[in-house]
């Protein structure tokens, strides 16, 4: 029985301690005092907070001794729990009815007990977004936990939390009365702030569909998702949708959302925003689409305030960088909205991260002024649109400008215009058009042509000049002849172009008049192929005729017959009478021989006085008989010019054409060989080609020594030889030596002038062989500085066919300077018998050269008839003397004078002389005692490379 007692005494004992623990415990709690007027408090400073692992319970929670004051926000990890406790002494005289609010409508789970002043349990509350909760505020972002208070009664609250999100939230105590009150405000001020984004997101949407401008309907869904993350930080949203568990996550949705559509209203109002930075834009809203998922929600909340705030900064600068130098004003206002939204978007996070209770008051001015960011954007937008508009209409006005521009260039243009439809009808004209085609205006031609093939003076033109279009959608500078309303013809260009239409095919035209330039091209033609003294076909036509004429005759297997005509008498009219007279003797035999070709061949002028006739076919048959009659013609003909009456001949050439024969140019040497016999036959005959006649085979021979000198001169197979002047009368005194001409085979084989110097001058070669000779002597000679030091005369050959070539001299003159040689170092040999002939030309060139200080030798003198007469005439510093009178002197008194003779005139007008072909030292010897200065030929020194040279050996 003392047992059972001990027991029961000891039981009591514990109970009562555990009792004076738990008075003890309620003891220490933060207490709220509150009374009849109390209506709100916030509580947070009256709390205590202790962070258990989640499983802990509230029996144990109510001995924990590690309680504190201080909250810290940071998150909760999925195994802990925050708990949280204060107290309320009710110190009223009515009972009333209190509710403690939580600032927090994101909170996953809130369980909250209500225990009375011992610590016994009067009520529970399970809450949280991710419960199915009833004690959350209709239209408000709180849980609500409703407490009834009796006066003096004492009541204690623990509140525990699990959420993944920071620990941020508010606590308050509420009068019921007051709490409604302020529900109802609040809920007008979600009210009105949502209608004012409905607004703003209806007005931008409907202007959208009215305007089309994307920037419009991206501001639009910018107001909607703003409009939706405002619900959701509310706790509307979830309790709408019941999205309450993925509040954060529809959150970071939403900013992202709101991004993406800022991002494509920044750039459309920004000018040329680099497509990086628009991608930069894009990213940032798609790593927020991307962590929704993935990431908890106190990471959602950290990463998507560092990517709105990029996000923010980013677009910021895009408006102060790439704005629009003229119109700046939106760019202004939208960085100055977008400035206002991130501040207030800044000020509601720091409060939600500390937890701080915004009042009313204050969540209507943080809303107020981010609406008022909202508008600033709205006023960006219509400024921009504005300014966009005013350049529109600028760009609308000036097209305008430039169509009456157009229209006045239209009107006004002096080339003719036109549209028409592909069918021929004309739609438009100018004045221009009208006027080109004879009409009095465009109304008149617009009447009267009823397709536009009657203004082709050949309509199927007009169809090949479509096929053209057709095929490359326009046709260009096309030259058509034209009909006028008159019915008279002209020429003019037009280009056309092709435009489709979706109702028509049109054809926009310009057309201009080149009837004169069309006639001077014409002009231009007739002169390209004519010759332009006697009207008939030039030498360049002619060939191009032959040539054709040689195919046709190969086709056809038919005769063809070339003739070949040289006026006989034309020097003699031209050397007597000058070349006008001789222009004209042209003209009127060009027109005697083209009446008597007319109709059976075609007459050319192929040289000052030759002519060429071609006769095909059945009029080959008759070549002969029309080459006889043209000689008649011609020989019956008398040309009186100025009291001066000449009789005319012509000697005809006549060639018929073979199966060997395949160039014009063979033909024509075939024609013009037979020409030369006929003038060696006696002149004023005709001549017709044979193979074996050996007057056209010398003649022909000649023609190919032509073509071997002509590849000699252009691949430089000619070679420089020298022959010395030996001194008679006194000790040489430097190099004294002739330069001699060579002509290499196509095997290296040495040609003698002799050779082929006859077709050189016959065919004008002369010149060029000239040229190349000086040339090359000066250049050796250059090329050889001691040499040319020692070099007393060096004497080069000049043809008489040369001396009047004008760019011999020049050339000439550009050596002497080009190789630096000494003027007095060089005579030029030019020939007795030539130089008579061409007396003027010679002393134009003489006078030329000696003022430089060259010195000139006359060669072969002796040989003409009058050689003595025409010295005194010739300023020449030496006279050389004949080879035919030197080499049988020593037998023939009469050479002997002629030497003796020859050198006492040059000694008497203060000439050297040089004896040419001097054979022996008998020879030299007789002429150094008559008193000739030099000696020249193979019995002092035989012709010898110039590359070898060898000074002249002394004979004794």
Not at 203 to 231: C, D, E, H, K, V
Not at 356 to 382: C, F, R, Y
Not at 548 to 568: F, P, T, V
Not at 895 to 911: P, W
Request: charged share 20%; hydrophobic share 45%; net charge negative.
């Amino acid at each position: 029985m003392s047992n059972l007692k001990k027991r029961i005494w000891t039981l009591l004992g514990l109970w009562s301690l555990a009792l004076f623990v738990n008075a003890q415990n309620s003891g220490d709690l933060q207490t709220v005092l509150v009374d009849d007027s109390t209506e709100q408090v916030a509580l947070l400073n009256h709390m205590e907070f202790v962070r258990t692992p989640q499983r802990m319970q509230l029996s144990q929670i109510q001995h924990a001794t590690n309680w504190t004051i201080e909250r810290k926000n940071v998150p909760l990890t999925k195994k802990q729990a925050l708990w949280s406790r204060f107290s309320v002494d009710y110190l009223g005289n009515q009972p009333a009815t209190f509710a403690v609010v939580i600032n927090n409508p994101s909170i996953d789970y809130l369980d909250a007990y209500v225990l009375d002043d011992k610590g016994r349990i009067l009520g529970s509350f399970l809450v949280g977004s991710k419960r199915d909760t009833v004690l959350q505020s209709n239209l408000h972002r709180n849980f609500v936990l409703p407490i009834e208070l009796l006066p003096g009664q004492k009541k204690q609250i623990y509140m525990r939390i699990r959420d993944d999100g920071p620990a941020a939230y508010s606590v308050e105590l509420w009068r019921d009365s007051a709490r409604v009150i302020q529900e109802q405000y609040h809920s007008m001020f979600i009210s009105l702030v949502s209608g004012a984004l409905v607004m703003l997101f209806c007005y931008f949407l409907l202007t959208y569909m009215m305007l089309r401008s994307p920037i419009r309907f991206w501001f639009a869904i910018a107001n909607f998702g703003l409009l939706l993350l405002f619900l959701a930080i509310q706790g509307t949203l979830s309790q709408v949708t019941g999205l309450g568990a993925y509040s954060s996550s529809v959150i970071s949705v939403l900013i992202a959302i709101i991004i993406l559509a800022a991002a494509k209203v920044c750039h459309a109002m920004l000018a040329n925003v680099p497509m990086l930075w628009r991608f930069m834009s894009y990213l940032l809203a798609i790593g927020l689409l991307a962590i929704a998922p993935i990431l908890d929600s106190y990471w959602q909340i950290v990463i998507s305030s560092v990517l709105t705030t990029i996000a923010v900064l980013l677009h910021l600068s895009l408006a102060v960088i790439y704005q629009n130098r003229q119109h700046n004003t939106p760019n202004r206002l939208y960085a100055l909205g977008w400035l206002v939204i991130s501040a207030t978007a800044m000020l509601n996070v720091s409060l939600y991260l500390s937890g701080t209770h915004s009042s009313l008051e204050m969540d209507v001015t943080i809303s107020g002024i981010m609406m008022l960011g909202l508008l600033l954007i709205a006023a960006a937008i219509a400024s921009h649109e504005k300014s966009v508009a005013f350049v529109q209409q600028v760009h609308q006005q000036n097209l305008i400008d430039n169509l009456h521009h157009f229209y006045d260039l239209f009107r006004n243009s002096a080339e003719g215009l036109y549209t028409s439809t592909k069918q021929g009808k004309l739609v438009t004209t100018n004045p221009a058009m009208a006027s080109l085609f004879g009409y009095q205006d465009e109304t008149q031609m617009l009447e009267e042509v009823q397709d536009t093939s009657q203004l082709y003076a050949n309509p199927s033109e007009r169809e090949l000049l479509l096929k053209e279009i057709y095929q490359n959608g326009k046709a260009l500078g096309k030259e058509i002849k034209g009909l006028r309303r008159d019915g008279s013809e002209f020429w003019f260009c037009i280009s056309v172009q092709l435009t489709r239409d979706t109702q028509e095919d049109l054809f926009f035209g310009s057309i201009f008049d080149i009837t004169e330039k069309k006639q001077s091209n014409i002009s231009l033609e007739y002169l390209a192929t004519h010759d332009s003294l006697t009207g008939v076909y030039n030498r360049r036509e002619f060939e191009q005729k032959l040539r054709d004429a040689i195919r046709h005759s190969k086709q056809l297997k038919q005769e063809l017959i070339l003739l070949y005509m040289d006026l006989d008498q034309f020097k003699l009219v031209n050397d007597t009478c000058g070349h006008k007279a001789g222009d004209a003797l042209i003209k009127q035999l060009s027109q005697l021989l083209n009446d008597e070709v007319m109709g059976k061949g075609l007459l050319a002028r192929l040289g000052g006085d030759e002519f060429g006739v071609i006769l095909e076919g059945d009029n080959a048959d008759f070549a002969m008989e029309i080459a006889y009659r043209m000689l008649k013609v011609i020989e019956q003909y008398r040309f009186n010019w100025e009291n001066h009456i000449f009789a005319m001949g012509i000697s005809i050439g006549v060639a018929q054409w073979n199966d060997q024969v395949d160039t014009p140019e063979q033909l024509l040497s075939m024609a013009d060989a037979a020409c030369y016999a006929a003038k060696e036959q006696g002149r004023n005959q005709v001549h017709q080609y044979s193979n074996e006649d050996h007057k056209t085979k010398r003649y022909e021979n000649e023609l190919e020594w032509v073509s071997q000198l002509t590849n000699a001169l252009e691949q430089d197979r000619f070679c420089l030889y020298y022959q010395h002047y030996y001194p008679l009368s006194k000790v040489a005194d430097g190099h004294h030596y002739e330069i001699l001409l060579r002509m290499l085979d196509e095997q290296d084989n040495i040609i003698p002038p002799s050779v082929f110097l006859s077709a050189a001058e016959r065919y004008g070669l002369t010149a060029q062989i000239d040229k190349w000779v000086i040339k090359h002597t000066f250049k050796w000679l250059a090329a050889n500085p001691q040499h040319l030091q020692q070099l007393n005369t060096c004497n080069i050959n000049l043809s008489g066919h040369s001396l009047a070539d004008n760019d011999l001299k020049r050339e000439v003159v550009q050596c002497f300077d080009e190789y630096r040689i000494p003027h007095d170092k060089i005579c030029f040999e030019i020939t007795e018998s030539m130089a008579i002939v061409k007396l003027d030309e010679t002393l134009r060139f003489i006078n030329t050269f000696t003022k430089l200080g060259c010195t000139f030798a006359l060669d072969d003198f002796g040989s003409g008839f009058s050689s003595y007469s025409y010295l005194k005439h010739l300023p020449v510093d030496c006279v050389k003397i004949d080879g035919s009178f030197i080499k049988d002197m020593l037998l023939d008194p009469v050479d002997m004078a002629m030497v003796c003779s020859i050198k006492d005139v040059a000694k008497a007008m203060s000439m050297r002389t040089v004896a040419e072909f001097v054979e022996s030292k008998d020879i030299m010897i007789e002429l150094g005692k008559i008193g000739v200065d030099f000696a020249q030929g193979f019995g002092i020194a035989k012709p010898a490379p110039l590359t070898d040279f060898k000074p002249c050996k002394t004979i004794d």
